[in-house]
């Protein structure tokens, strides 16, 4: 999906305190937006963007972030000490985890690929590109 990048690309980031740090290595399997309730609810934003991988590729370099079940099939990790919101894992999804691009230090690296869940966008928000939109999920399960 996702062309932003070879295969040997390194991506860094962490929470706002810095308490958190990650590395995610190699081509995201997608860049996508998404405007589901609980991920709104989650980050405190209209929407949010992830980078998705698989979970190998993706290390903790300093701190653990917390966990939090927001559903039955879903974890999100957070930072304990800033709140910054970190990942978004799905059983449904096994072996993949989606990181918020926010958290990267060069967020430009990722380009969006697709709207996921537009069902549930807030009607005021407008969207104006030509990327592909779903009413759900734009990853399949």
Request: charged letters at 25%; aromatic letters at 10%; a negative charge.
């Given at each position: 999906?996702?062309d932003s ?45 992830f ?22 099939e ?18 449904r ?8 691009v ?12 697709a ?27």
């Amino acid at each position: 999906m996702s062309d932003s990048g070879g295969v040997g690309r390194t991506a860094e980031g962490g929470c706002r305190c810095g308490a958190v740090r990650l590395r995610a290595t190699g081509k995201p399997s997608i860049v996508v937006y998404c405007y589901c309730v609980d991920c709104r609810r989650s980050s405190g934003t209209p929407v949010s963007l992830f980078a998705g991988y698989r979970s190998g590729q993706v290390e903790m370099e300093r701190g653990a972030p917390r966990t939090y079940a927001s559903s039955p099939e879903v974890v999100r990790s957070f930072c304990a000490e800033c709140g910054t919101s970190i990942s978004y894992e799905d059983e449904r999804l096994e072996g993949e985890i989606y990181i918020h691009v926010g958290v990267f230090d060069d967020p430009e690296q990722f380009e969006p690929e697709a709207h996921s869940w537009v069902s549930q966008k807030p009607g005021w928000l407008t969207l104006s590109d030509d990327l592909p939109k779903y009413e759900e999920s734009s990853v399949p399960r």
